[in-house]
């Protein structure tokens, strides 16, 4: 697991530090980018979102806060790019 020391890197390791939103096969995360690596993304103060209300202002609709740092894995993620809050 890379950890954040210095963003150096392209794609997700360059937001190592940032709030980011994750969609997902499935579901959406959204939290703290802590760690990238070749298979997961680790987030910190993590949430998955059940509805979003409208993406360019605003809280989440529907966001609920997950139990512990989350790990998540890339395979599964479509798109990802900063969090809206």
Known sequence: MKRLVETTGDGLESMLGEKVCLFC???IYTGTLSGVND???E???ASIV???GELSSGEWT???PLPSVWRVRLAMVESWGGAKC
Do not use: R
């Open 25 to 27: 096969a499935v579901y």
């Open 43 to 45: 987030l910190s103060d």
């Open 39 to 41: 298979v997961e993304v």
């Open 50 to 52: 059940y509805e979003t």
């Open 62 to 64: 529907d966001a609920q």
